[in-house]
């Protein structure tokens, strides 16, 4: 009875930040003041949030988080009837990325002990405290600076940080989390709309999430002036700051080396057989069969989250401009969550 208040109060949530996100400023009530004020706040305290991409994030989550939606995904799991405390490391690259986490261990019955990134702290207290509103059943969650007495531990971070947060959490059930990268293969025919919707897998949150396009592979004779053509719907992403001293970095750092690469005066191809390329560049090869692409994706599967392609490509892809919409059954690093939720 507890879960279904809790995906009725979450349903909820997602009908309120649909509600907010369409009325107009002049027109806000108390609390819709409150939520913009605080949506303000992020993007002062991280300048990459903007407005358009967190609102995008709120889009997204909202538009998932219908009951249908919820019943569907939870259909098959069973709650817990054992309560344990789950340490949650955000990470902190894209707005709302650790929210997935955060209801899964909720809805699980668990208890969700959250740190939450400094560069993400502001919007996830206000979700979880009007989610706890519109419930009517008791969230169980607590915000900690640093994780003391947990049962387990789903953590987030660089490759780095992977290393150092295997070590300090070995004697405790763990899910642990690293750097991960997209990549498109393009069949050769895709259309100018099929381009457009590339450039979203590209440069939506400015290219920071682990599901944007970093790597294309493209036909032997594919000519690549067409994707600059269709990547136009995104030229203003070099007015942020940030993204800009990225460009002009890498831009200078190629210049003096007298590397080859293509520019559009807002992002750079670059023909390089690295899967992650710096941010506002994209590196790309070219194939002569998919089955060069397929070995690629074999020898590189621990650090590819997400594959956008055509389906007759015959690869286990998801639609162009789809990279940055997943559904609630899509898990980071490919590791159920809910499933490990189960068994702890």
């Known amino acids: ?88 490391i955000l990470a902190g690259n894209i707005p709302m990325v650790g929210f997935h986490d955060v209801i899964s261990v909720i809805l699980s019955q668990h208890i969700a002990l959250i740190k939450l990134s400094s560069k993400d702290r502001t ?40 290393r150092y947060l295997e070590y300090y959490f070995k004697d405790h059930l763990s899910i642990i989390r690293k750097n991960r990268t997209s990549i498109a293969v393009l069949k050769g025919d895709e259309t100018p709309e099929e381009f457009q919707l590339l450039a979203e897998d590209i440069f939506r949150y400015y290219g920071l999430g682990c599901r944007n396009v970093t790597r294309l592979f493209i036909p032997q004779d594919f000519v690549i002036d067409g994707l600059f053509e269709n990547f136009l719907n995104f030229k203003e992403i070099i007015n942020h700051n940030k993204y800009a001293n990225n460009y002009e970095y890498n831009r200078a750092i190629y210049l003096l080396n007298q590397e080859r690469f293509w520019d559009n005066n807002f992002v750079m191809l670059k023909e390089d057989e690295a899967l992650f390329s710096p941010l506002s560049v994209i590196n790309f090869t070219r194939y002569k069969n998919i089955d060069e692409v397929k070995s690629f994706i074999n020898e ?9 392609a055509k389906p007759e490509l015959g690869l286990d892809s998801i639609a162009l401009g789809e990279a940055q919409n997943p559904d609630l059954e899509t898990y980071a690093d490919h590791v159920d969550t809910m499933q490990f939720l189960e068994v702890i």
Do not use: C
């Open 1 to 88: 009875m507890n879960r279904e208040k809790q995906i009725s109060g979450l349903a909820q949530l997602g009908f309120y930040i649909n509600k907010f996100l369409e009325v107009k400023p002049e027109n806000y009530n108390e609390v819709d003041e409150k939520f913009a004020a605080l949506l303000r706040k992020s993007e002062i305290e991280n300048s990459w949030f903007t407005q358009e991409s967190q609102r995008f994030a709120l889009k997204q989550w909202a538009d998932l988080l219908t009951e249908e939606n919820l019943n569907h995904w939870l259909s098959k799991y069973k709650p817990s009837h054992d309560s344990k405390k789950v340490g949650l």
């Open 123 to 162: 919007i996830l207290p206000f979700l979880l405290n009007k989610w706890q509103e519109f419930s009517e059943a008791e969230l169980q969650y607590e915000f900690v600076e640093k994780l003391q007495d947990f049962d387990a531990v789903i953590a987030t971070g660089s490759n780095n940080t992977a």
């Open 300 to 308: 590189n599967e621990e650090n590819i989250q997400a594959i956008v």
